[in-house]
């Protein structure tokens, strides 16, 4: 069977190129390994799907780690208005979060998945389920097609490589693209986990399962050295903490973990204030409540599950009424809002990150085309190229945009 073009992978970069490059009336053959379309689509978010982000291009970049000047010329050609005006005709209604995270209204990710079915279908595109690539057939340096490992092959001029990374197995992220690109000549950039939950060692923790904490701060050390800091989100788990802000240090955790040191974090609980405002705060709320114990005066200042082990990491006795508090004990408290210190227990899978650090060599891809520097005809979009963000919208744009690029070009 013969076709303009190939995309390898139906997830949001897959059908996004594969949309775009029927509307330039290309012939199109998308394979997917999984009896579905977009299934890793569908969990993210939470099954919300955050769609996008709505912040300006230059602060957008800036959630990228060394990718972002090859997303530069991406996002000028397709960015968060533009992927929400694809939607447009769907009658898909979108909100914006406090933070800048765009979601349907319906909070329901398979929203998302229906309108980039209902294209497909619209666009004649031929849709393959339940085949898995294995190779990309090349002759005298030319592309000729595909070959799945049913021995089914398909002829092409033009393939595009959009797999995604190897984080959450399940959905069918399991590298194949990377082999792919091995054989066609490609780098691939160290494959490491990123937006990743944190295991830690201190097991009082599991006692505060299904706390969260709104505005916290993070600080990250391995040994003495403070490796990063991040603010936001975060919830404590059975295993030990997850969230937005957990998240986005992840990378930073597991690259520390390699020096060989013991890693820490530090939480801060009242990052807003400094210790002459906290100690104010705590001043009043004892003597406001000199008849009180220092655990039911607590209920102010930190969520109830939390107040017990808190203040026994503080060496507190939460019995004792607050006008019996010692100057001491309140430099443990402030010491303990400020710097509650968890050790990380182990480096975090990469199945078990929401997205890959790593992958196809950006130096070998043409940022304006997304085409392969080393093989003409051969593209790639998505996860599968080393392009990480943090959490907010940034990385399924990415996937989007590299999408449409690559469709608008094979």
């Known amino acids: 069977m013969s076709f303009d073009t190939i995309i390898i992978g139906a997830g949001p970069a897959g059908m996004m190129a594969a949309i775009r490059a029927a509307e330039r009336n290309r012939k199109v053959l998308l394979i997917e390994r999984n009896n579905i379309l977009g299934r890793k689509l569908l969990i993210s978010g939470n099954g919300r ?3 996008t982000n709505s912040c300006d291009i230059e602060d957008f970049l800036g959630k990228f780690s060394e990718s972002r000047d090859f997303l530069r010329n991406t996002f000028a050609k397709f960015f968060n208005i533009d992927l929400l005006l694809f939607f447009k005709d769907s009658h898909i209604k979108f909100k914006t979060e406090q933070n800048g995270c765009v ?27 339940g085949e898995r690539v294995c190779k990309i057939i090349v002759r005298n340096k030319k592309i000729e097609g595909a070959l799945t490992y049913s021995r089914k092959h398909f002829a092409a ?3 595009a490589i959009t797999t995604g990374g190897l984080s ?16 066609l000549g490609h780098e691939i950039v160290p494959l490491k986990p990123a937006l990743s939950p944190i295991h830690i060692k201190e097991r009082f923790i599991r006692d505060w399962q299904g706390i969260s904490l709104v505005d916290v701060s993070l600080t990250l050390f391995a040994g003495n050295e403070k490796i990063d800091e991040r603010s936001g989100e975060m919830i404590f788990t059975h295993f030990g903490l997850s969230g937005p802000v957990v998240f986005d240090i992840s990378a930073s955790v597991y690259d520390a973990l390699k020096l060989k040191k013991e890693v820490t974090i530090a939480i801060n609980f009242k990052p807003a204030l400094d210790h002459k405002g906290l100690n104010t705060i705590l001043l009043s709320e004892f003597k406001k409540n000199p008849g009180k114990t220092i655990k039911n005066t607590f209920k102010n200042l930190l969520p109830q599950g939390v107040i017990r082990q808190f203040l026994g990491y503080c060496d507190i006795n939460g019995d004792k009424n607050t006008s019996q508090i010692t100057t001491e004990e309140r430099k443990r408290l402030a010491k303990g809002f400020f710097d509650l210190r968890l050790t990380v227990k182990d480096e975090m899978p990469i199945k078990g990150s929401i997205i890959t650090r790593g992958g196809v060599n950006t130096k070998e891809i043409n940022p304006k085309t997304m085409e392969s520097r080393l093989m003409k005809g051969v593209f790639f979009a998505g996860e599968v190229i080393n392009i990480d963000a943090k959490t907010g919208g940034y990385n399924m744009q990415a996937a989007f945009s590299t999408g449409w690029v690559c469709g608008d070009n094979i």
């Open 49 to 51: 799907c955050n769609l």
């Open 103 to 129: 979601f349907p209204q319906s909070d329901d990710s398979s929203d998302i998945l229906d309108v980039l079915k209902l294209k497909l279908k619209n666009k004649n595109i031929k849709v393959l389920l």
């Open 157 to 159: 001029e033009h393939i």
């Open 168 to 183: 959450y197995p399940e959905t069918g992220s399991t590298g194949d693209g990377y082999k792919i690109a091995r054989r």
